[in-house]
């Protein structure tokens, strides 16, 4: 009976050490879990990252407009120097028109650009998840984090010139259709007149843009072959 009562206290000691032990794991394991995300900073990031985009377009409009009202300006000269009118009153006159043009049709160059630009995005990631979604179930952690970088790219690589001469046709048509019913109530023919000149800034801007690239990559292997 002693043996027996012996065994029974051992059995019961060694049951209550493991489940001390256990309960000291899961502490442990909640103790090392990733703490909650802070609600605050996360709407305070989202917050940084919209203004950060539009003070992105307000900068891409308000250069493109600046150089259209100094155009503007130019022009209105050179035009008021040949007729013989007022110089500085057409002059100015020329380039506020100018600036209200190309504030309108840049504008809504912009906007078309965002909606073009995640339409795109949006319909890439959605064939990519379809072609890969009867493997989904078998693959593994190395397989998604190059899926994931894949999307991450399709959506970085959404600005082509396809893309970029849309949206430049897209701001003439509105911008142009806006412009002409304010200053002369016809909008196809501000739409008609304004889309080309776009199309042709456009290909001027992707045509620097090439440039620029050459250039640098020129440089830097120029630095390259120095070393």
């Known amino acids: 009976t002693g043996l027996a009562s012996q065994q029974?206290?051992?059995?019961?000691s060694?049951?209550?050490?493991?489940?001390?032990?256990?309960?000291?794991?899961?502490?442990?394991?909640?103790?090392q879990s990733p703490p909650p995300p802070n609600t605050f900073t996360t709407a305070i990031d989202v917050y940084q990252s919209t203004l950060d985009d539009a003070l992105t377009i307000i900068d891409h409009i308000a250069a493109r407009v600046t150089a259209s009202t100094i155009?503007?300006?130019?022009?209105?000269?050179?035009?008021?120097?040949?007729?013989?009118?007022?110089?500085?009153?057409?002059?100015?006159?020329?380039?506020?028109?100018?600036?209200?043009?190309?504030t309108?049709?840049?504008?809504?160059?912009?906007?078309?650009?965002?909606?073009?630009?995640?339409?795109?995005?949006?319909?890439?990631?959605?064939n990519l998840?379809?072609?890969?979604?009867?493997?989904a179930t078998t693959a593994t952690d190395n397989e998604s984090s190059i899926q994931s970088t894949q999307l991450d790219n399709i959506i970085q690589s959404a600005s082509s010139p396809k893309l970029l001469y849309g949206s430049y046709a897209l701001g003439g048509?509105?911008?142009?259709?806006?412009?002409?019913?304010?200053?002369?109530?016809?909008?196809?023919?501000g739409a008609i007149m304004l889309t080309p000149?776009?199309?042709?800034?456009?290909?001027?801007?992707?045509?620097?843009?090439?440039y620029k690239s050459e250039r640098l990559q020129q440089l830097l292997d120029e630095s390259n072959a120095k070393k």
Not at 197 to 210: A, D, N, Q, T
């Open 197 to 210: 000149i776009m199309l042709m800034v456009g290909k001027m801007e992707l045509s620097l843009e090439e």
């Open 71 to 102: 155009t503007g300006l130019g022009c209105g000269a050179a035009y008021a120097t040949l007729k013989g009118f007022p110089v500085a009153k057409t002059s100015f006159s020329a380039a506020l028109s100018c600036a209200l043009i190309s």
């Open 14 to 31: 060694t049951s209550l050490r493991s489940k001390a032990i256990s309960k000291q794991q899961v502490a442990m394991g909640e103790d």
């Open 173 to 189: 048509l509105l911008g142009g259709g806006v412009a002409g019913f304010l200053f002369q109530g016809k909008p196809f023919a």
């Open 104 to 126: 309108s049709c840049f504008g809504m160059e912009r906007v078309a650009y965002s909606v073009l630009k995640q339409t795109n995005a949006f319909a890439n990631r959605m």
């Open 129 to 135: 998840l379809s072609a890969d979604g009867d493997d």
């Open 8 to 12: 029974q206290n051992h059995h019961k």
